[in-house]
Structure formats: structure tokens, C-alpha cells
């Protein structure tokens, strides 16, 4: 039996705004995933870039994750105070489970004028305890407001091979 991780770590500027809507996503999932307990009542801001695709407040977030059961992203926001121009500092971290496509997909939706005038990304690693083929890794990740650009250290591994053959 071999343990497998997923880690990341990264920091972002978003605006103070951005922040809390980030903050409130990140409760939701925590509340949904881990703790089995139905959130607070959602802000109006949260429920506009979640918007309800059933009479359930929730499943409009819930659909931004691969398995809508489980909206886990892996990860924790950790935060500071604004700057006197009105930006904070977003740092993610996910140090066993971290789910680079839901994180992503939060920041997405969260993070909407700061995406409009830069895009955010952010690496990650595969890790496990013990040695097994192909079990080591990564890849790295850009969001724009637009879309969301993903890459493996496999995909690219597979594209340098067929190159070098």
C-alpha cells in the first residue's frame, strides 16, 4: 500500500471583495465536504457567481466540482488584511489532497476584475511514500477570466518523448 499526495502552495493579488467571496467559497466546501453541516445562508454576491441551477441554493456551487456530491478543493485560504490601494494577498495551500481543477474553478468565479486585468497560477506536486512508477509528478495551472489552461508533468513528459523519437 502506497500513500499518494497532492500539494500546492501559491499567492495571489485580488481585490478585497474578491477575497471574501474566495473566503465564503472555501467555508461552503468545508462545511459541504468535511464537516457534513449545511453552510450559512449564502450572500448575494456568492449566490451571483454560483448561480442556483435547482431550488437548492447550493447546487450552482456544487457544479463548479468534478463529483457535485463532494465539493472538495484540498486546499485552505489563508489571508491577510487589505493594502492602503485596496488589495490583499490570497494564499492557497494544500498539503495532502489539493484539487487543482476545483481551485481553479473558484478562483474563476471569485475573482473576476482581478482576472480581467492579469491572470493567476499556480503549480502543484504529485507525491508518494513509497517507489512507484509513474506516481511522482505534477503540472501547473492558468486562469483566465475567460478559461482555464491545465498541464501535467505527464502530458508534457509525452509530448518532449514523441518529439524525441
Known sequence: MANHF???CFTFRCTEAELSLLREAFEASDDLYLYRIPPREPSA???????????????GFRATFADPRFPASGAHLITDQPDESGFCNARIAGLSNFQPDAVANLIQRCCIASLASHPIGFAWATLCDRARDGAFGGGWCLIHANMIEIETTDQL?????????
Open 157 to 165: 513528459l509525452d509530448e518532449a518523448l514523441s518529439c524525441a523519437a
Open 6 to 8: 497532492t500539494k500546492a
Open 45 to 59: 454576491a456568492f449566490l451571483a457567481a454560483f448561480p442556483p441551477t435547482e431550488r437548492d441554493l447550493w447546487s
